[in-house]
Structures are given as structure tokens and as C-alpha cells.
């Protein structure tokens, strides 16, 4: 094992927080570019020393007199709480610093007086990947006593998970039997967040105001991280962007449709980094309105009155309220107002997984039309939540296509129970005309970064539409003229249908800003392609023979029958391990590895597929392998953009 170890540090006035963040900064850099940056730092101390000012560090509040607020975040909901928190509390003069979790030095932990958490809960009841080593740190031996701790705990989560906030809950159970007091119980924000998140962080405010003020005042912390100012647009404020050109970009006959949308930024102020991810707020499908409005046999036009706003009922629905996605509440309000036994018998903590598969299955439309109740408009609207943003990787490098943003849309369209069901946003934006506008605004991703050095190699797993970032990685390595090699490995149905980006990728390979590329096609059938290989003198060249190739190397011993014979279908996964050899050996040599997509099933496997290679390719015992990838994922190294 190769892992990084940090050099031996000399004696510093500088805290650990600054130490922790000068290791992030530097991290990657060549010793040349680490030179540069020391005499860069000393010609600074020089000229402030000239200049009179004082050149001795910012003397940082005592932990008693400052509020630190960390956050875990995956898809950025409790990173920007989080900034808000602090954003607000340096507004009323509060001393604040601002952490992201896989930031915070542990050992001050033991100091802190008073600290405020906002973390999300994934899935299954996982911590976000930027908060495991905190949440493992506070759970585990080496946590220290908290007698002075004041802290409060928000947690983020979906209630139609059985886990729900169940990190959230765990960190603040653990603070208080560490010793700590709450000095704001513990909020549990479901998915219409800000119901909770805002009176929760107005509490905290107040009670981190009374706390400190009594302390001594002092020069103002600067926060870790920059508490970003607001941008011109931002989620409450989104910009009304153009659309430049949507097109499919699977063939006609394809199962699915797979749409890549331009959007102009131009004069919005709004900048992004490969990584980052794009805010769009939907509208709802105009013909699923007209499903709800006959299934509830209301009037679109009635004017109905709720929290405070007056809009017709059509408007509600479909711009204002969740209907595509169905939740627990919505759930509850249906099964009691209908006093339905078996949707009450689902609502009970032993059928959690049920109700889980329930809510993943079906849209509010279908529990609407089965569960038939006279609903009076407000109650409805009070049942259902607002309507959230939806977030897409985006999938291009403002270095190649200025001030443009390029998305990649599977579009959400299915028959089930006897009817037509839509996604919101994907259908939105597929329905987006030319010239037409997206109210969209980034939301940014620190943890999904290209390497700070262009030498290093990246590994990019990305199937279906989780190629969107990997292509703003191709495009910005290239148009930075990065030295490091570019390995993809990209699954999808069916080849000849489904090949996202297919010329591009072919382009990319033939320029030399992508070096390999491993391909996975689910559901093609691999005598066909066995044939098409052995029949087919067709000059499509590189990227076709790559995936013939690819489709045919199942195994290493590559016999086309055996592979025939094998009935379980190709992923990414699979490619992995055929590559595991020299996979290890590029993330031994320093690789960064990046996955994106389905975090249900597919970011599971390929983990483990992860442990499997370093296993057989590193001589590791399985509890090694694991250690391996944590110990990657906590170096920034392997990071994953999954939902
Ligand atoms: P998809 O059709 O669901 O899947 C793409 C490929 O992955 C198919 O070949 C599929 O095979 C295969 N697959 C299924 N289960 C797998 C597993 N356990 N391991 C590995 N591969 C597996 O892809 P999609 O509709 O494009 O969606 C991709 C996912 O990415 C979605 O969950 C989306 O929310 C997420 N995502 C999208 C973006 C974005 O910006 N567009 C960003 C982040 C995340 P079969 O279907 O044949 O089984």
C-alpha cells in the first residue's frame, strides 16, 4: 500500500483548523509548484512587515467564544444550511467559523463550547461521503468527554426512508451522552426542508447569540472556507436561462430518451467548476395537472388561499407543489382522511420497507385514482409538499463552451397502472423549445473535483447518464492541457442505442484526451455482437471495436461461447474487475476515481467491486481492501456523485 503519509510538520502559531486547511490547499501540488508557493508566502510576510501592518496570524477566537458549525453534505442542502448558519451569525456579530466535516480537526473537538451540526442522512442510513470519518470519529472510542459542549444537531433526510435522519439522530444522541447540552434540540428536516431547517436555524441563532454574548469581544473568526457571498442568482433566485439546443441523443429506437440540453448563462453571473451540478425548478407536466384535477374532480381555476398566497389550483399544482414523487406524509393525510385500513397498516414501523417500496414505485396519481377521497383543495395542499429543485451533474467545462451549461436528461415517461407517468424536470426540460427559459443556479461540489495537479491520472465511472460530469472532466483536462491520463468506464442498455457521447468519446480517444475506455452494455445480447464482430468489416473504427471488444472480454479468457453462455448481464463492475490489475496499479500511482449515478444499487457494487481488485490486486485481507478505500475516499481521492 502507497497510501500519502503527511511530512513531519515544524513547530506553528497556526491552529489546527489552518494547518488542516493549508494540507487541503496544497494538497497535489509538485514541489516546484510547492516552492512557489513558500516564496510566494514569504514575499507577502515581507510587504505586510513593510507596510507596517501586522504580519502575526489572525488571532483566532477562544473556542468559548465562538460558534463552529460543520456540516455533511451529499447533494449540497446542508452545506448551504450550514453557510446560512454562518452567514447570519457573522451578520449579527457572532464570532463563527464554518467547517465542512472531513475538514474539522478532531482533536479541538474537546475544546469546542459551542458547535452546531447540519447533516444529511443517505439512503440506507449512511453519513454523506464528506462527513464519514466525523460521524465514525464522534461514535467510536477515541471521542473525548463533552461536559462544556453546547450543541445542536440538524439533520436533513427523506421520510419515506425507513433510516430517516438516522445520523442526524445518532450525533446528536452521541453529543449529549458525551456530556454535551442541547442548546437546540434536534431538528429532523424531511425533504420540503426548510419547514424545519428555518425555525430550526433561527433557534440556533438565538440561543448561539445569548451564549456568546456574554463572552469577551473579539476579532472576527474567519471561517475555514470562504462563507460564499450570495450570488446575483442562487436557489430563491434563479436565473432565466436560454435554452441554446436540446436534442436526443440515443438513437430512435431506444428504450429510453436521453436528452442534451444547452443552456446560456450569459449575463447571469453565475460561474461553475467540472463537478458542480445544475439547479433547475420545474414546472409539473401540464397534462399530469389535468390527471390530478379529474381524478380529484376539481376546478383548475378555483382560487385557493394557502400559507398566506392566493393562486388558482392549477397554478398550485403545477408550479408550486411536489406531484410526482409521493412521501410519507402525503401518505398519512390520504390514509386517514379516507380511513383506509390497508394504507393505515403500511404507515406502521414494522411495514417500513413496504411503504419504502410503495413510495418508490408509485406517483401520488395512482394512489389518488385507487384510494378515491372527497379532498377539499386546501387540505390537499397542505398534504403535499412544495416543489424542490432538481439537481443535474453538469456536463460541460466553461474552459470549452464559455458561458454555457450542458446537461444530460434521461427523460422520465413510463406507462404503469394503464396510464402515461412523468418525471418533473426531465420532462420539463425536454419540453423546453429552443430560445424557451430554465429558471436555473448551481450548486456547487467541492468533494467532485479534478486533481490540483494536471499530472495526475483520473479513473471516471459513469453508467447511463452519470457520463454528464465525466465529459466536463474530458473537456476541462483537455482545454487545461492536463498531463495525467483519462480512463472511462461507461455502461449503458444497449450499444448501438444507448452509446451516450459516442463520437465525442471516439474524438476524445483519437486526440489523446482520453486514454482508455471500458465499455458495459446491459442488455445486449452477446452473440449478436459476436457475430456483428466476426461478420463486420465496417470502418466505424476505434469506439465500435472498442465496445465489440469490450462487450466480448467478459472474462479474460475470451471465448466468445462462454461468454454467450453467461446469462448475467455486463456492468461497469464487471469491466472493473477484468481491469483490476492495472486499475490498482493507477491508483497506486496517485489516480484520482471518481464515481457518478445510481446510488441505489450501482455505486454499492462498484465499491465493493473497488474492495474486491484491491484485495487480488494488492495482496489485502478484506477488512484491508475496505480500509484502503475509506482511507481513499478520506484523501479526496475517490469521490462519488450519487443519488
Ligand atoms: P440507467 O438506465 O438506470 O442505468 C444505466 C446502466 O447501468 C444500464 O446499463 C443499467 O443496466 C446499468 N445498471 C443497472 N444496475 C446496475 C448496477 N447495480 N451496477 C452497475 N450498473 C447497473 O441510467 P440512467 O437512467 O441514465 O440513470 C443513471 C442514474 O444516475 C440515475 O439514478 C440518476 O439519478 C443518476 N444521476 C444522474 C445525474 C445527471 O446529472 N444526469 C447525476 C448524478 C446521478 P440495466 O438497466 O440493464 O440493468
Redesign the pocket.
Known amino acids: 500500500m502507497n497510501a500519502a503519509v503527511a511530512p513531519e510538520l515544524p513547530a506553528t502559531t497556526l491552529d489546527a483548523a489552518k494547518v488542516a486547511q493549508l494540507a487541503q490547499l496544497t494538497e497535489g501540488l509538485t514541489p516546484a509548484e510547492l516552492y512557489w508557493v513558500a516564496a510566494w508566502s514569504a514575499a507577502k510576510a515581507a510587504q505586510a512587515q513593510r507596510a507596517g501592518a501586522s504580519a502575526r496570524p489572525a488571532v483566532g477566537a477562544e473556542p468559548s467564544q465562538r460558534l463552529t458549525i460543520v456540516y455533511g453534505s451529499q447533494t449540497g442542502n446542508a452545506k448551504r444550511l450550514a453557510e446560512q448558519l454562518a452567514r447570519r451569525s457573522s451578520d449579527a456579530g457572532l464570532p463563527v467559523r464554518l467547517l465542512r466535516a472531513d475538514a474539522y480537526p478532531q482533536r479541538e473537538l474537546a475544546q469546542e463550547r459551542y458547535l452546531a451540526v447540519v447533516i444529511s442522512t443517505q439512503g440506507e442510513g449512511e453519513p454523506p461521503d464528506d462527513a464519514r470519518g466525523f460521524v465514525e470519529f464522534i461514535a467510536g472510542k477515541r471521542a473525548p468527554k463533552l461536559p462544556s459542549l453546547q450543541f445542536g444537531v440538524l439533520g436533513l433526510g427523506d421520510s419515506s426512508y425507513p433510516q430517516f435522519c438516522a445520523i442526524g439522530r445518532q450525533l446528536d444522541a452521541r453529543l449529549a451522552e458525551l456530556g454535551g447540552t442541547r442548546f437546540a434540540s434536534l431538528g429532523e428536516a424531511d425533504v420540503d426542508i426548510e419547514t424545519i431547517a428555518t425555525p430550526w436555524l433561527d433557534t440556533a441563532l438565538e440561543r448561539a447569540r445569548e451564549g456568546l454574548k456574554t463572552a469577551t469581544p473579539v476579532a472576527r473568526v474567519t471561517p475555514l472556507h470562504a462563507v460564499s457571498k450570495q450570488a446575483a442568482h442562487s436557489r430563491e433566485q434563479p436565473f432565466a436561462a436560454t435554452v441554446l439546443a436540446n436534442q436526443r441523443i440515443v438513437a430512435r429506437d431506444s428504450e ?1 430518451d ?1 436528452r442534451h440540453i444547452e443552456l446560456s448563462l450569459e449575463g447571469s453571473g453565475l460561474h461553475y467548476q467540472p463537478g458542480d ?1 445544475l439547479g433547475v425548478w420545474p414546472r409539473n407536466p401540464p397534462a399530469l395537472v389535468a390527471q390530478w384535477l379529474e381524478a380529484l374532480q376539481l376546478d383548475g381555476e378555483r382560487e385557493v388561499a394557502h400559507q398566506g398566497r392566493t393562486l388558482s389550483l392549477a397554478r398550485w399544482l403545477g408550479a408550486e407543489r411536489e406531484i410526482t414523487q409521493l412521501s410519507r406524509p402525503f401518505v398519512k393525510t390520504l390514509a386517514e382522511l379516507g380511513k383506509h385500513a390497508d394504507l393505515l397498516d403500511l404507515l406502521r414501523p414494522e411495514q417500513s420497507a413496504r411503504l419504502a417500496a410503495l413510495l418508490t414505485r408509485d406517483q401520488p396519481i395512482d394512489l389518488l385514482r385507487r384510494y378515491p377521497v372527497r379532498w377539499q383543495p386546501e387540505a390537499l395542499l397542505a398534504a403535499l409538499r412544495p416543489l424542490t429543485p432538481r439537481l ?2 453538469i456536463a460541460s467545462s466553461p474552459k470549452a463552451v464559455g458561458e454555457e451549461v450542458h ?4 427523460v422520465v415517461d413510463y406507462e404503469a397502472h394503464g396510464s402515461a407517468h412523468w418525471g418533473a424536470a426531465s420532462t420539463f426540460l425536454a419540453a423546453a423549445d429552443e430560445d424557451g427559459r430554465v429558471p436555473v443556479f448551481i450548486e456547487s461540489n467541492e468533494r467532485f473535483r479534478l486533481p490540483a495537479d494536471p499530472a495526475r491520472d483520473i479513473i471516471m465511472i459513469g ?4 457520463v ?2 465525466f465529459r466536463a472532466f474530458v473537456q476541462e483536462r483537455q482545454e487545461s492541457g492536463a498531463t495525467g491520463r483519462n480512463w472511462l468506464f461507461f ?3 444497449h450499444f448501438a442505442q444507448d452509446f451516450l457521447y459516442q463520437t465525442e468519446w471516439q474524438d476524445a480517444l483519437k486526440r489523446g484526451a482520453l486514454h482508455r475506455l471500458d465499455l ?4 445486449d445480447d452477446v452473440r449478436d455482437v459476436a457475430r456483428e464482430s466476426a461478420l463486420s468489416k465496417s470502418p466505424h473504427t476505434d469506439v465500435r471495436d472498442v465496445a465489440r471488444e469490450s462487450a466480448l472480454s467478459k472474462s479474460p479468457h475470451t471465448d466468445v461461447r462462454d461468454v454467450a453462455r453467461e446469462s448475467h ?1 455486463i ?3 464487471d469491466r472493473l474487475r477484468e481491469n483490476g490489475a492495472e486499475l490498482y496499479a493507477w491508483l497506486e500511482g496517485g489516480a484520482h476515481l471518481y464515481v ?4 441505489a ?2 455505486a454499492k ?2 465499491h465493493a467491486a473497488l474492495i474486491e481488485l484491491a484485495a487480488a490486486h494488492g495482496g489485502l485481507s478484506p477488512d484491508d481492501a475496505k480500509a484502503w478505500l475509506d482511507d481513499l475516499l478520506q484523501q479526496g481521492r475517490y469521490a462519488r ?3
Open positions: 429510453r436521453v451540478a443535474y451533474s446537461l444530460t436528461v434521461a453508467p447511463g447518464t452519470g454528464a460530469p455502461g449503458n442498455r458495459a452494455f446491459s442488455r448481464k456492468y461497469v463492475q457518478c449515478g445510481d446510488s444499487h450501482m457494487d462498484v456523485d450519487v443519488y
